[in-house]
């Protein structure tokens, strides 16, 4: 029965109605409720109020940024955002994450791993020969000094799970050759000593009764890491014969309450509602005997140091621990943000470190240890050379002054920026 023109009435105010909140309510949150949200995650850049000037008026380009400075603060954003991406992931499984995949049975990939572990990123035999190369110099060379350098390869998802891979990487066979394959196995053959975690964890996997990766999440378990850092103390005290901090777990809290970054990938495609999740494990860590022998530690690394460092461990176990994030950003124990970066007289610096590492996963080894090995390479084998390009620096006032402009855009010390240019010089001239 059709509704009569009473309640066809009610309808239409109703609709209007909702309309109306659905307008005026974000404007109310920004201006009035301002009731908390959650915060969104990843990489989420909010367009700035732009500064009015008549010229960007006239050519409209003020009047672009406003619209997007609005549309980035309008009231609930975050939560539309959400919902967003709520329906599109539930109605038509469509992430809107950058670089994000769904796999079968709901298990989440970034692309580059899944291209890493099938090869598809593969730098070349010649270019990861080079690099080897310089690397067992490094090595060779920091022995001779006392240091321990150790390359360490951190596991991958795409090597830990590829049964669960969309498609179409779900019917591809890995390539014969890939970036780790070339560097564990040529590194081996140069007598170069690392610690192979991703071949490890494929090992462990089937005899672990613990999650080492999780479903959700694109680095290593919390468990995986306690399994990984027992696993580099035995080294460490083999490489440089001292009595090192004990390291281990009392006992093993098992939840469904994710912490830490066992659910970092799915945090990052902001969902209103948090995905069915496995049991994790969680170990209660131990750090006995802290009065022994800590070595004074330099990583060169990506993200899968984080948890080390950002979890203490590193204070606990090493007496202190300095971290170049993707070799520019640098980090330190004590510190609480990030520290300034000074690789001036490279050669200098690592000699006062006890152990050297550098960590990268498998989707990052195209770029693996960004340029560290390579600046480490001609800063060992060409001191004294670097040292004089200096010095010529330094005495040409025309040559100095272009430095010292570069400095000052890079916001490093001219000290620095000269050592580098000077790099730069004995780089170009000793290939």
């Known amino acids: 029965m059709p509704p009569s023109g009473n309640n066809k009435n009610i309808i239409k105010k109703a609709m209007f109605l909702l309309i109306m909140a659905l307008l005026v309510l974000p404007a109310l949150q920004k201006e009035v409720f301002k009731i908390p949200e959650r915060s969104l995650k990843g990489a989420v850049v909010s367009s700035q109020k732009p500064v009015f000037k008549w010229k960007n008026w006239f050519s409209g380009e003020y009047q672009s940024k406003y619209d997007d400075y609005l549309e980035d603060h309008i009231g609930f954003r975050n939560f539309l955002v959400r919902l967003n991406n709520q329906m599109d992931y539930s109605m038509f499984n469509q992430i809107n994450a950058k670089g994000v995949l769904v796999g079968k049975e709901n298990y989440l990939y970034e692309t580059n791993y899944i291209k ?23 090595q060779r060379w920091l022995e001779q000094q006392g240091v321990v350098l150790l390359p360490l390869f951190a596991p991958g998802k795409g090597n830990f799970y590829p049964e669960y891979f969309p498609a179409p ?5 890995p390539s014969p050759i890939t970036n780790h394959s070339a560097y564990t196995s040529g590194l081996i053959r140069n007598s170069v000593g690392i610690l192979d975690y991703n071949t490890l964890f494929g090992l462990w996997k089937d005899t672990s009764s613990h999650i080492l990766y999780p479903r959700y999440g694109i680095h290593w378990s919390t468990y995986g890491v306690g399994l990984a850092l027992d696993t580099l103390m035995k080294r460490l005290e083999y490489e440089t014969g001292k009595d090192l901090v004990d390291f281990g777990w009392d006992e093993v ?15 990052g495609m902001n969902l209103l509602l948090k995905l069915p999740c496995d049991e994790m494990s969680y170990p209660r860590f131990y750090y006995r005997g802290e009065e022994k022998y800590r070595p ?4 060169i690394g990506d993200s899968f140091f984080w948890q080390i460092l950002g979890q203490g461990h590193a204070q606990k176990l090493f007496g202190e621990c300095t971290f170049w994030y993707y070799n520019s950003q640098g980090f330190s124990t004590g510190a609480t943000g990030p520290v300034k970066m000074d690789k001036a007289y490279l050669a200098e610096k690592l000699r006062k470190y006890d152990v050297i590492m ?9 770029k693996m240890a960004n340029d560290f090995y390579e600046n480490a390479y001609y800063a060992l084998k060409y001191e004294d050379k670097i040292q004089d ?7 040409s006032p025309e040559w100095l002054a272009k430095v010292r402009e570069k400095a000052e855009a890079r916001d490093i010390p001219l000290e620095e920026m000269v050592w580098l240019d000077a790099l730069w010089v004995v780089q170009q001239n000793n290939d």
């Open 116 to 138: 890493g572990y099938l090869g598809l990123d593969f730098l070349g035999e010649e270019a990861i020969k080079d690099k080897i190369k310089k690397i067992g110099t490094v």
């Open 169 to 173: 990487y779900d019917t591809m066979s």
């Open 253 to 267: 809290v098992r939840t469904r309450d994710l912490r830490y970054d066992d659910y970092d990938v799915a945090e």
């Open 296 to 299: 004074k530690v330099l990583v």
């Open 358 to 366: 550098t960590l990268y996963t498998e989707a990052n080894l195209p």
């Open 389 to 395: 390009v200096a010095d010529r620096i330094k005495g």
